[in-house]
């Protein structure tokens, strides 16, 4: 049960689904089966397919995690549901309407719901214009859903956008370092873990590497602290650019950073971090000409079972590079 409420809580487009989605079942279900007593079939059974729709794509967004495609597909059959319901119901029918552009907003962008809202106004009051008394008492009936219709759909695209845009930055505050847009602490765990279980599971080689650059405290003193930040970003520049597409950098805090390099020998782990320690002595300089180096140390997974352990390592590996002088490699024995 705790796994339940857990990932509700850290996706939050998987919970409006399964709350907007459970809602419907339970408001339109009743609906279905008094319109099924009553003989009104057509009614019935588009609100008995709705109720089963939304069942299953509920069902497909937890089993595989994808909730855009389950969005698009209960936006799609709540449209066909709500124009069937409001050419057969007329007036009655148009409330559930708006019940659609709340629907439409939560569950997909803003701007697929514009598409799909319009849409299906247009085909409500194209229908009602072509037979007129069956949905609409009036055209000046019409003309007064159109425009509420509208404003309601402008709210609620406004809100959309707006929650949809707030919760990106959020999430990139959660996971990245705002300074240098590398993952953050947070992030990094989450990759370790993924590691560690990758490697338990499909038998996958991981190195780590923990980087640390060497008197950055002196540069923040002598030359500010908006220098130090440049320095910060180029390093992780670099880093970037002597690393494979596949490895992971990750800024632990401060000047120290980890490096997770996938599918690689301890051969292989030391080569890396050869090649980041010589990229930042002949690039990397200070404001007085003067080279920024790097201590650095790693070590395998192997022989871990949990991140912990593993990051302990390699941070113990770092300590023993910068005792030995700075500027230095030490990578654990297997």
């Not at 509700?8 to 409006?16: A, G, H, T």
């Not at 929650?163 to 765990?189: F, K, V, W, Y």
């Amino acid at each position: 049960m705790s796994a339940f409420w857990s990932r509700l809580k850290d996706d939050f487009q998987l919970s409006i689904i399964t709350l907007v989605g459970s809602l419907a079942v339970l408001g339109v279900t009743p609906y279905a089966v008094y319109r099924l007593g009553q003989r009104n079939w057509l009614v019935g059974f588009t609100d008995s397919f709705l109720v089963v729709g939304t069942v299953l794509a509920v069902c497909y967004a937890w089993r595989t995690g994808n909730t855009v495609r389950p969005g698009q597909f209960l936006a799609a059959i709540y449209s066909i549901g709500a124009f069937l319901v409001s050419i057969k119901l007329g007036t009655n029918g148009l409330f559930w309407m708006y019940v659609l552009i709340l629907f439409n907003f939560f569950v997909v962008p803003p701007r697929q719901s514009v598409m799909v809202t319009q849409v299906t106004l247009l085909a409500v009051c194209l229908y009602g214009w072509l037979n007129p008394q069956e949905v609409f008492a009036s055209h000046y009936q019409m003309g007064s859903f159109i425009v509420t219709y509208e404003l309601s759909s402008i709210f609620a695209f406004v809100f959309a956008y707006r929650g949809r845009a707030q919760r990106r930055e959020l999430s990139q505050l959660a996971t990245e370092d705002p300074l240098t847009g590398i993952g953050n602490r947070r992030t990094m765990n989450k990759e370790l873990d993924i590691a560690v279980a990758d490697s338990r599971r499909y038998d996958i080689r991981f190195g780590l590497l923990v980087l640390d650059l060497d008197h950055f405290k002196q540069i923040n003193d002598q030359f500010g602290h908006a220098v130090g930040d440049d320095v910060l970003v180029r390093f992780v520049n670099l880093v970037d650019a002597a690393c494979r597409p596949s490895d992971r950098l990750f800024r632990l805090g401060g000047e120290e950073f980890v490096l997770l390099v996938p599918n690689v020998a301890r051969e292989g782990l030391n080569g890396v971090a050869t090649k980041i320690q010589q990229c930042v002595r002949e690039v990397l300089r200070r404001p007085d000409g003067r080279a920024v180096t790097v201590s650095i140390g790693g070590c395998m997974l192997n022989g871990h079972t949990e991140r912990e352990s593993w990051l302990h390592e390699a941070d113990a590996c770092l300590y023993a590079a910068k005792d030995a002088g700075r500027d230095q490699i030490v990578i654990a024995a297997p």
